[in-house]
């Protein structure tokens, strides 16, 4: 736990949260800035910074526990789909590994843009990864 952790005071039940999911390990509740409906951050209980931090027990049981709340959530709210995203580092607020767990709908606006300049820069990055 880290004291000035807002993911460590929610799971030390300091900060109000829309739990939905809670065992051992993780904690699942409702974004306060939802790109979807139902949209819920992972939060394992014990606090490691991102994914470098993570052992392949707690990746495993990570991917586990997103499909439980999965479960829980298809029935109740009728999503379509589920979207993951997960950042560490740079466009990560908070520093606390979470998964972000999105539902998706047929008539959401969650894009993923492509134009031809984008394709170009595939190429470049394609050839630096691979030098
Ligand atoms: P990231 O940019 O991946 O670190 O995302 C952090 C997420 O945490 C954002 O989507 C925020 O809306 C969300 N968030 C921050 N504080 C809280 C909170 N107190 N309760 C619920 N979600 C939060």
Do not use: W
Not at 19 to 28: A, G, H, L, P, Q
Not at 74 to 91: F, R, S
Not at 108 to 122: I, P
């Amino acid at each position: 736990m880290k004291d000035d952790c807002v993911f460590c005071k929610i799971i030390k039940g300091e900060i109000p949260n829309y739990t939905i999911y809670e065992d051992k390990d993780f904690k699942v509740f409702l974004d306060i800035n939802p790109i979807t409906n139902g949209h819920a951050l992972l939060v394992p209980k014990t606090h490691y910074e991102n994914m470098f931090e993570l052992d392949e027990k707690m990746v495993t049981k990570i991917f586990k526990t997103a499909k439980k709340v999965y479960d829980i959530e298809k029935d109740k709210i009728n999503l379509e789909g589920y979207t993951l995203i997960q950042n560490n580092g740079h466009g990560q607020d908070v520093k606390h590994y979470h998964l972000h767990l999105i539902p998706r709908y047929t008539h959401d606006d969650v894009k993923y843009n492509s134009n031809e300049k984008q394709l170009v820069e595939v190429e470049n990055v394609f050839n630096q990864i691979k030098e």
